[in-house]
């Protein structure tokens, strides 16, 4: 844990955490010295000469003085290094989202990144302070109270070293077991929170499903899972707890007989005896008390884990002089691409899209449309194979310069907490509010300003006075026509629309195109008659035509039967086109 906090740290972090470890180390070690000087302290004080107990009892209260200062230093310092260290965490997973390729974010890891981001960081950045320094104190005054022991009395420092030892091996089998169910408590956690989700968000079709439906027995059984997984769980870590106290007393009681028969056996004096009995029993709190923060540690160390993941995530490589494309076509050669190795989404793709011109990919579900409207972004890389835009491998080009080039307008549109204005001109940061409004115009999103109780400056957002479906996908093509780049990616709604909003939708889109090249999922029949081309995929990663309709309607089984369908679910008939 600190060697990787160390790593992600600034300077001024690092620095913060490396006083405070320092600090803590002096203030349990002068808590230690001060412990130590109980020995001299209490046989002096039973001793003939009980004056020479000043001395000792003066070094006793300048230790612990300086221990208690050094423990207050520690605690200020150690706020202040979690306090950084969270600014820092949130700064590096900020950083690293912004550098991440686009194909990196699916909804587990944007779900990760909101776990880490909000407790985990918070928990881990803390460890320091609020774990390590309990754990410390368990672990460095027992010791050298113990080797102290060991130049009084040699069996003594024994016992003493016995009793630690046995806790730290019955303390050590307790994580072990404990982590592991701990596991099995995260995953059905996870299993049980996705199910109930799912639940929520599914509510109309679990209602018109009536009692007992496939939705409600999957929350029933996840819930039942992770009642189960908790209470082993709990169980474990009570027998944990149980072994490592019923151990710690076991310790504590051998110090006990062996002090006691030392003493009667004149090898131990009474004053000594008395000083041995406080030890034992105060270094024996201190183990108990530190023994919890383990489990503390785990979780902390888990969610650096998850961390970690996020800031090694592979970025992609990014050429060192960026090219620049001739124009905005776009060709695929031998593009082949998977996300498992084991199973091809695309494989050999060979078509060009010519500058200014639609192109409608249509294909059965999953496939690969999405996938490979988003390979010409460069979500990802391809795994062979090149993307060319204006005749240059994207890889050429640089992320940076494919995003200048694309425009994508895809169904799952987010609106941030601000104004409607605002929200549009994400399209083009520097755009006027002119700009803003002309594009708002032709996207057909004035209508929506009008309806809202203050026009464009309306808030709206993904918590509070959020758009419907056919509203958002007006304000992604009012931000692509704000940031007017040659190219533009079309994920069209697969939802049905009401008549205003589809005629609207459709103005917008026509507004688009103009000289573009648009790339076009094309769900609806209008579209792909509309499109210069048409690039169908057969469901098994292969492009199995491209053309034009009519050509495509004898050349292509699965456009003529998806023609059919349409056409036929629409109540048109194949002659009516
Ligand atoms: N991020 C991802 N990670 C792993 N597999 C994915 C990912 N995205 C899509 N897939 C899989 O790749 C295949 C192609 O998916 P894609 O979404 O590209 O198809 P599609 O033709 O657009 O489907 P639909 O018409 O249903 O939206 C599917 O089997 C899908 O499960």
Redesign the pocket.
Known sequence: MIRFLMRIGDTRARRMLAAYLVVVTVATLLTSAAFVTLLPLTTALLSDEPASMLAPLGLLVAFAVLAGMCDVTATLIGQRAGARFILRMHQLIAERTARLPL?WF?AERTGSISNVTTRGVTFAANAPESMIRPMLYGLVPPTLVSLAMLRVEWRLGLCFLLAAGLVAVVYRWAQARDGRFEQAVDASDEEGAARVIEFAAAQPAVRAAGPDSLGERSVRTALAEQRTAKRAALIARNWGTQAYTAAGFAGLLLIFVVAVALTGAGRLQPGALVAVLILAVAMSTLTRNALPFGVGVGIANRALDALRSILDAPLLPEPEHPRTPADSSIELADVSFS??PD?P?ISGANFRMEPGTMTAIV??????????ARLMARFWDVDSGEIRIGGVDVRELGTRNVMAQVSMVFQDVYLFEDTLMENIRLGRPGATDDEVGEAAERAGVTEIADRLPDGFATQVGESGGTLSGGERQRVSIARALLKNAPIVLLDEA?AALDIESEMLIQRGLAQLSGDKTLVV?AHRLQTIRQADQVVV?DGNGGVEAVGDHETLLTASPTYARFWAERTESMGWTIDAH
């Open positions: 194909g699916d996300y498992s199973r989404v294909g059965p579900s999953g496939s690969g449309k999405t996938t490979l697969t999922i995929l």
